[in-house]
């Protein structure tokens, strides 16, 4: 569990990028199953570890499809959005997790520290998407001032690192009993934690804070709904990324705990993907009430009264909560009132 016993490996061991890499991370699954063992007590052992994890990553990986497909139907009407990207492309790295431990098992075979260099890449970039959906969030909702993005990159630098400094000082080694094993320091978990809980509570907490104001002010059921939704989105990816934090810290299930990276990522990106598309969702029912809202009123006025230009004033904005705040909190006012 935890960091190997001894850095002994190290001395004239292969590097990349000035990363020491041991040498049984550097074999592939086939050859470490099949050989180097003639005892068949071990090949079980072996192979009951690597299905364990390779039933985790399917599992891991089923869920990732599943956001998979939500972000491509939010993709159809939102392209042009932020969100909607950084809804999909964790999702579609989610998914190859899963193609990658089944590909694993037929050659050519990639090694097994490629296989986790990856999973600390997606993990990374996750960990920066999910931020910038929480930051644009609290940009839009303070009406865009600049110490905003610059408070956010900051805070986002040190996840840029995570990558980095995970590949060095974690040595990934294939294990009897769990398959491809990351050995991570002690200190790993709370560098993962403090790069990622300052902004998600900070941003998330500004932005639940406006849209609850904005419900005060305006009475608007929307504001209302993106309050409660940006409150219990907070709550869960905190609550998710404490548990996974002190398994991670306490090594719970021994060097399987190594798998609960993946499974934050999982969790998180889940939560976010749910977030947005509730969002989208609502701002298609504000889209459709103004809409309707407009035909009644068109019905009932003189034909003069309304221009083909207030159709315009209806449309959503290209971000969903935004359109949601004027749908909701201003009517489309006649081109003659201008």
């Known amino acids: 569990m935890g960091e190997l016993a001894s850095t002994e490996w190290e001395e004239g061991a292969p590097r990349v990028l000035g990363i020491p890499l041991h040498p049984s991370g550097e074999r592939n699954i086939l050859d470490y199953v099949l050989v180097g063992s003639d005892e068949i007590q071990h090949v079980r052992m072996r192979m009951q570890g690597l299905y364990r994890q390779l039933v985790l990553n399917i599992l891991i990986s089923a869920v990732f499809l599943f956001n998979f497909n939500r972000a491509i139907r939010m993709m159809r009407t939102r392209w042009k959005t932020l969100p909607s990207w950084c809804c999909l492309l964790p999702s579609l790295c989610g998914v ?61 630098l040190p996840q840029l690192g995570f990558m980095y400094v995970s590949w060095l000082v974690s040595p990934v080694t294939l294990e009897e009993d769990s398959g491809c094993t990351i050995h991570y320091p002690h200190f790993l978990p709370f560098y993962w934690f403090g790069s990622t809980m300052p902004l998600n509570i900070l941003f998330s907490g500004i932005f639940s804070y406006i849209a609850y104001k904005q419900y005060q002010s305006f009475g608007s059921e929307a504001w209302m709904r993106m309050a409660r939704d940006g409150i219990q989105t907070m709550c869960l990816v905190v609550l998710c990324n404490i548990m996974c934090a002190t398994v991670l810290v306490f090594h719970v299930g021994g060097h399987l705990s190594n798998m609960f990276f993946a499974i934050d990522y999982m969790i998180t990106t889940t939560i976010l993907v749910h977030h947005c598309y509730q969002l989208r969702e609502l701002a298609g029912e504000s889209k459709r009430a103004s809409k309707n809202s407009l035909s009644h009123q068109r019905a009932n006025a003189p034909p003069s009264h309304y221009s083909a230009h207030d159709s315009r004033q209806i449309e959503p904005t290209d971000h969903e909560w935004m359109a949601i705040a004027l749908l909701t909190t201003k009517p489309a006012l006649p081109a003659s009132s201008k």
């Not at 190859?96 to 999973?119: D, H, K």
């Not at 940009?139 to 865009?144: D, V």
Request: hydrophobic share 60%; glycine share 4%.
């Open 96 to 156: 190859l997790i899963g193609i990658l431990a089944v590909a694993s098992l037929f050659p050519p075979s990639i090694s097994c520290r490629t296989a986790a260099w990856y999973v600390g890449f997606a993990v990374t970039f996750s960990l920066m998407c999910n931020s910038v959906i929480v930051l644009q969030k609290a940009y839009l909702a303070l009406c865009r001032p600049r110490w905003v993005l610059v408070v956010g990159v900051l805070f986002m």
